[in-house]
Nanobody, 124 residues
Framework: QVQLAESGGGLVQAGGSLRLSCAAS????????MGWFRQAPGKEREFVAAITWSGGNTYYADSVKGRFTISRDNAKRAVFLQMNSLKPEDTAVYYC?????????????????WGQGTQVTVSS
């Protein structure tokens, strides 16, 4: 079973940057596609970004395109989310997730494993 642990969240002013990390417990991470989702208070968990196991393809929600970058280091069993030009509406708990699916990586239901989440708060 893959266990995931996020880190790097915190409080930042609007316009600032944060880099989230997701560490996996198993070597099998290298064969999983990975995603980042977020959930704001009172809202549904929504897709943020995804990356294929090779790192060759990335996908982003329109709301973060051009500001966020997803990447991975399979040797370190880690996935990252670089977040720039942060806005107050980016405030949420951010989750990383792993999937063996190869399509519709924007769908929450495609993911088999989830981390506990890390809080990101952007002040105006």
């Amino acid at each position: 079973q893959v266990q995931l642990a996020e880190s790097g969240g915190g409080l930042v002013q609007a316009g600032g940057s944060l880099r989230l990390s997701c560490a996996a417990s198993e070597r099998t991470l290298s064969r999983n596609n990975m995603g980042w989702f977020r959930q704001a208070p009172g809202k549904e968990r929504e897709f943020v970004a995804a990356i294929t196991w090779s790192g060759g393809n990335t996908y982003y929600a329109d709301s973060v395109k051009g500001r966020f970058t997803i990447s991975r280091d399979n040797a370190k069993r880690a996935v990252f989310l670089q977040m720039n030009s942060l806005k107050p509406e980016d405030t949420a708990v951010y989750y990383c997730a792993a999937t063996s699916a190869d399509f519709r990586l924007y769908l929450r239901a495609q993911y088999d494993y989830w981390g506990q989440g890390t809080q990101v708060t952007v002040s105006s």
